[in-house]
DNA sequence: TTGTACGCGTTATCAG
DNA sequence: CTGATAACGCGTACAA
């Protein structure tokens, strides 16, 4: 931690409940006037610097003093102004969190599990969209900067070099998510899309399938996945028989042409990896529209685990990353480094978790 | 507005790029500092208010400053520090959303439209999840609320009512969705579930079915759904042949389920309205799993739009709510009582629109 | 361990 | 239209 000599950020923990002002009652006519710490030492009969330490350094104060300003907490309802306190101390509570699209539901558990996890430690969560733009990402962060968060997290990596070595030098912990860039800002959490394609193939090679075919998009993470198949299946001794790819995929029509376009150029395959579940929803609604079984004339499986593989029937075996932890983890390692805990870099893997269903 | 007798709120705008701090260049050793109110006032030859003027409220400056001011903003990048703002002011410009789960996809695309509309006014909306509890609402208002938001708001109703004279009190625009309370805090932007119904009964009567269904759950807004169902049904001289009431919907089986239930129980059903998306893609798949032709033999309308509705063969009539839209007419509402131009509360409603694919 | 003095960066107020 | 002054509420630095 940059600017702290005193040994790592206080975090802010408010056991009592946060209430801002005093109850309105009859007697005050309406009016909502905040607490200030002043009035709250005046009750506990101590100096409001007091006040401010029993409350963010518990340790610092005697065990009498640190009681009655509880008290006093209790009875006035006080919690401090976030905005003076960011003034004073060069840093706010909240911690800005840049997601690419709000809407996506990976991105939105990733920022659920980080906020479980930093919230009761009293920070706020701020969201930034960036809408896969270099422009908007850049001017995101150069306004949620300007609340000078406690930390910074990603879900994704940050790819602009400007942004990149902008915020190395900001001095306050950063932490990408998803991907394994080869030179991390700061700290690190990811999955292995590597690993999710190995675990394919071995999956299948356990089921007993020996003729297999992959299908996905040309380019990013598709390719590590077919990557890490194509590694499971030498491995195995499976046969890689076909491996289709597209250019964009935008619905399950593309999964059904991909898989319609697969059949009737290859014999006899037992298994098919789509890169994603969008394409494996697709290959398995076209599968059923050919009247094939599944999984005994054909099994297929896909990565990503979306809300409705597991609906769709007969039920799509996939590749889970859970999203939500990721979060989770990068919300501790967050507050392990404010805490000063931890110091330096670090980077973690979250486990994949191949989720078998009716469709292998 | 309240505790601005000088006119309304002059919303922040920064026409300027907003940059924390000058670029580090090899002169200031690697040291960013953030530019302050002074410097900008000195290189232009005027004073820190005057500068804060210029930025804020421009029309209270001269042009020949203004325009001092401006290019001095552009040489040392400044941009005014948020909590300093806010702790003299009484006010940030911060605006709290509150959603019950940001995962889900409606209210993330509402956020996303108020989220549109706010940050080019130099906005920053800070998201709050109420994860459906009571509990949590009251504690992220609470925590959201310390931090002197501009204004408020709310993916759905609160509910509470302790919650709702807190927020009626506070002083700062709000502004609820989705539904119609009978009792708004202050602003509303919502739809109206019977139109959808009863667009559903219209659009069947249009295309000629005669005998008509219903499915949905037992309470909330499916009964909205239904009854406006009933209305457009009536009005048409439609049949309503039954209404199948669920208790809980939690996955496509139980849209196959009913569906199968009411063909079972009935005879002769041209068409089928399911309260929601979820209920009408299990009623959808089901039908194909009988070997039924849509909409030949069976017509079927869902309610929500949602993701796979378009993918899910043959195409899911719906009722398509904008939720972004909704968002944005939120975002347009408070800018304009933020700015004095609006008083009082209003209320809105945002229109519906019947999506026909191919299931009808 | 506790308290005093001061400053964080900005804007409200009021006088010019 | 412009500027001087003070204050927003809190925490750092230092002294006691």
Redesign the interface.
Known sequence: MIGDPGGGFVSPTFDQ????GRP?TPENG?E?KPVRIEEVARIAGVSPITVSRALHQPGRVSEEKRLKVQQAVEVTGY??????R??RSGR?NIVAAFVSN??S?QF??A??GC?EVL?PR?F??????TSYSYARET?MI???????PAAVLFTGVVELEENRSFLR??GVPVIETWAFPPDPIDMLVGFSNTDGGRMVAQHFAAQGYRRVAFIGRSGGRGLLRLAGFRDGVRSAGLKLVAELSLDTVS??SDGQRALNQLLDSHEKIDAVFCANDLIAMGAL?EAS?RGLNMPGDIAIAGFGDS??A????PGLTTIRMDCRQIGRRAGEMLLARLNGETDGSSSETVALELVKRGST
Chains 1, 2 share one sequence.
């Open positions: 409940v946060i209430r801002i309105v309406g909502r919690a401090s102004n976030p905005h003076a960011a003034l706010s709000i809407v539901q939105g558990l920022v659920q906020a919230e009293g706020q969560l701020m969201i930034g969209q001017s150069q306004s949620l900067l300007a609340l000078r030098e900001l619905g399950l609604l529209r809300d409705l597991a609906e769709i029937p």
